[in-house]
């Protein structure tokens, strides 16, 4: 059961301690707060966790503070979508809009190798009018003897290039917490030009311990990618771990499954799965193009499958769009035979764009599907 308190409740007050004081009286009752710190007010939620059938929505209702009850029916109790739940679909991170009701467009190099050409990914971004990119600095490898991406030693010259083309938000997969100190420190030496989202990869949707450290911190916003060999349940209890921790600011990905029945394409691609998501919970949908169908091969029709794959991901909806792209891909140090050309990125750009027409066009033909 979730207590939404009203929006002038102050954690200080006299009328917040009563209703602290009955809770913890409530047997078998343990409770969590969550706060959320907005510009003008800290919005207070409380969870009560445990025996709570007994509890009457009503009676809890009536208790100082309260303004509105929540029965959690099902998983998923942060993140997920209830009976009667009007809590957002959507949240800002550095001027930037993530919910169920829009679409941001992430593409970028798969890892940081040179200056050149991370500043010829985020000039041709500024040209397009695009405000957010990935940069890989932290690659996780199958081989020990592959590239394992630059690290904390780029960090300082991506984050300022980026402040000089104007892009908002970076992308960014971490893989242990100290990448996340690195991050925040090199974001406060360089005068916080750009932002980044925490990326947490598919090796790593279970590390549970990761989860919780990125959980508890709300400064970065989270995009957390499925597990390849896991059910769908199991990643979003994943991201339920960063929700529980705290970070509510969560985007969910799909990246494919790891199985040969994908084959030729280098993941089984899963984007059928976005309006599923969509419908049991409240986080933005991201789809992965590039490390789903992994190549560049090209339809009959002279469009490449990855494109292919975009548009039926966006045009079911999808809220984000992670793809690769490299101005020299074959000196790419990771992942170039996936990657799309800078000169794709207006052509890529206008396709998305047609797909999320038909989508929206699509939502408002059959009526509220669109709602976010
Ligand atoms: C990536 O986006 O760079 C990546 C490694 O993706 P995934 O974790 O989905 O394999
Ligand atoms: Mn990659």
Same mark, same amino acid.
């Given at each position: 059961m979730i207590l939404i308190l009203s929006s002038d409740t102050r954690s200080d007050g006299a009328e917040y301690r009563q209703l602290l004081d009955h809770l913890a009286q409530l047997p078998k009752i343990k409770t969590r707060i969550h706060q959320e710190k907005g510009a003008q007010q800290t919005l207070i939620e409380i969870y009560l966790i445990g025996d709570t059938a007994s509890l009457s929505p009503d009676a809890m209702e009536s208790l100082?503070? $309260? &303004?509105r009850v929540v #029965?959690?029916?099902? &998983?998923? #109790? $942060?993140l997920g979508r209830h009976k009667d739940d009007e809590r957002p679909t959507h949240f800002e991170y550095n001027g930037v809009r993530f919910g169920q009701d829009n679409l941001n467009v992430f593409a970028g190099l798969c890892a940081v190798d040179t200056p050149e050409h991370v500043e010829a990914m985020m000039k041709a971004l500024r040209d397009h009018g695009q405000v957010c990119t990935r940069m890989g600095a932290y690659k996780p490898r199958t081989s020990p003897y592959a590239f394992q991406g630059h690290g904390k030693a780029c960090l300082p010259w991506v984050f300022e290039l980026a402040g000089k083309y104007g892009i908002k938000v970076i992308a960014m997969e971490v893989t242990h917490e100290s990448h996340v100190d690195e991050i925040r420190a090199a974001l406060n030496e360089t005068g916080n030009p750009t932002g980044v989202m925490l990326q947490i990869g598919t090796r790593n949707t279970q590390n549970f311990e990761l989860l919780k450290i990125v959980g508890r911190q709300q400064e970065f916003p989270v995009l957390l990618k499925r597990g390849f060999g896991i059910t769908l349940d199991e990643s979003l209890n994943a991201a339920e771990y960063l929700a529980s921790e705290g970070n509510r600011n969560v985007v969910f990905g799909l990246r494919g499954m790891k199985t040969n029945m994908g084959d030729p394409h280098r993941n089984l691609v899963d984007f059928a799965h976005v309006p599923v998501v969509r419908r049991l919970t409240r986080m933005p949908v991201c789809i992965d193009p590039s490390h789903s169908v992994g190549t560049r091969n090209r339809a009959p029709d002279g469009i490449l499958e990855i494109f292919h794959a975009t548009m039926q991901g966006v045009i079911a909806g999808a809220n984000m769009i992670l793809v690769d792209f490299h101005p020299a891909p074959a000196k790419a140090l990771v992942d170039g035979p996936q990657a799309l050309l800078m000169d794709e990125l207006p052509l890529f750009l206008e396709c998305v764009a047609n797909a999320r027409d038909a989508y929206e066009k699509n939502a408002r033909l059959v009526g509220g599907a669109g709602r976010g």
């Open positions: 100082p503070c $309260v &303004e #029965r959690v029916s099902q &998983e998923y #109790r $942060v």
